[in-house]
């Protein structure tokens, strides 16, 4: 494995740093900082606006094909514009589930005609996209989702209930896995739908978070409508499509969150020099460790990426690796914040960034994946061991 930057990259790095220096300085300076974890809720007709900022400038959908929107660029330059934007302190991107998730989706599994109808859109930062998977009983078990839907003509009919769906509330579409096959069980019969959220048979519902924040949501649907062409890969395949969106996940996209956590770490550094911690040996052991686990997790990430499949062992190990690195980070801020992390500087008593970080990062052993879960992924399909005993049928 080896990515390296040529002198041609590094002007492309100055390009997209300067270019972002530039677009947050003004009306969008507001937005340094706001909408990551914990706070994805924060300024969202802003961060709209800066969706079609960014589509304006050519910086949406940079891995993309051109012919569908993209800058269609190499490893190492999406690698270098997931850094900048990190570096730069630019907002949390409501296009998201959209660019790095759907889009390629599409783009792999869709139609012509949805291909033409839906990647522009997003390419343009004019439709938000968000994620129909969870399910009260169809969490890290995705295969037993129950939420079903049937063929009413030209249109799909869609009930049941979605649970843990980031930004549902301010959505325009919903890429939702459903069973379209009523006598189906695990994961035959399901089928990948597009669904539009502003419609009379949805009821979003807003899941407050220790944070105070609410950017997940349940989902109802009943009587819910798509049009019979909405959906990707065919009726039945929803398995094979939904798996091929899981791996995008995984994509180099996880080389910005790391840019993230690299400026979390450098501000429970600054932290710790301002009130002495840095002194305690134990603290700066810790601070030495976190700083070594995520070089771990770049290396690792790099390794992934320049293999051919996305599923390959040495990327089973990323979700588990940087969930409870991340969750060690935020106990760390905490220790290095000590009584000040405690308490709120005032009404109306919004959190500081590192109290969000300790609060958010709770649940990253959990959402996408459970650490247990994650676990028995790597130990049956990376490593080959016998299945974990399933209970009778």
């Known amino acids: 494995m080896h990515i390296g930057f040529s002198q041609e990259d590094e ?51 940079v891995g ?3 012919e569908w929107g993209g800058r269609g660029l190499s490893l190492a330059r999406q690698l270098i514009f997931h850094e900048e934007y990190a570096r730069a302190g630019a907002p949390g991107r409501l296009g998201h589930m959209g660019e790095t998730l759907l889009g390629p989706t599409l783009i792999a599994f869709g139609s012509e005609a949805q291909k033409r109808r839906f990647l522009p859109a997003i390419a343009d930062g004019e439709e ?11 969490g890290s078990d995705l295969a037993n989702v129950q939420t079903r839907a049937r063929l009413d003509g030209d249109h799909w009919v869609i009930d049941g209930q979605k649970v843990w769906t ?3 509330a301010w959505a325009d579409w919903c890429f939702v896995l459903c069973r379209t096959d009523p006598a189906s069980r695990r ?16 009821q979003v519902r807003p899941i407050r978070q220790i944070t105070g924040d609410a950017e997940f949501f349940e989902v109802f649907y009943d009587g819910a409508r798509s049009a019979a062409e909405n959906v ?35 501000s429970i550094i600054e932290v710790a020099r301002r009130n002495g911690r840095a002194r305690d040996p134990l603290i700066r052991q810790r601070i030495a460790e976190a700083w070594t686990g995520l070089e771990i997790q770049r290396a690792n990430a790099l390794r ?27 106990e ?13 500087a005032g009404e109306p008593y919004q959190l500081t960034p590192l109290q969000r970080l300790y609060l958010f990062s709770r649940s990253d052993t959990i959402y996408g994946g459970s650490n247990e879960i994650q676990r028995n992924l790597i130990a049956e399909r990376a490593l080959g061991l016998p299945r974990e005993p399933r209970p009778p049928a």
């Open 187 to 202: 994961h035959r019969g399901l089928s990948y739908l597009l669904v539009p959220m502003d419609q009379p048979g949805i």
């Open 166 to 168: 980031s930004w549902a």
């Open 64 to 66: 993309w094909p051109e």
């Open 232 to 266: 990707v890969g065919g009726p039945g395949e929803g398995w094979k499509v939904a798996m091929g969106t899981l791996a995008f996940e995984r994509g180099v996209s996880t080389l910005g969150q790391q840019m993230l956590f690299r400026n979390e770490l450098a």
């Open 128 to 138: 938000i996209w968000c994620q129909g998977y969870s399910e009260p009983d169809a």
């Open 11 to 61: 002007q492309f790095r100055r390009e997209i740093a300067e270019w972002l220096a530039d677009a947050l300085s003004g009306e969008f300076a507001v937005l340094r900082g706001r909408g990551g974890s914990g706070d994805e809720g924060a300024l969202i007709d802003e961060r709209r606006a800066w969706e079609r900022k960014l589509a304006s400038g050519g910086w949406t959908c």
């Open 332 to 344: 760390l801020a905490m220790d290095v914040l000590g009584a000040e992390g405690e308490i709120a």
């Open 304 to 330: 992934t990426l320049s293999q051919r499949s996305e599923i390959a062992p040495a990327g089973m190990i990323t979700k588990i690796y940087w969930a409870s690195w991340h969750r060690r980070l935020g």
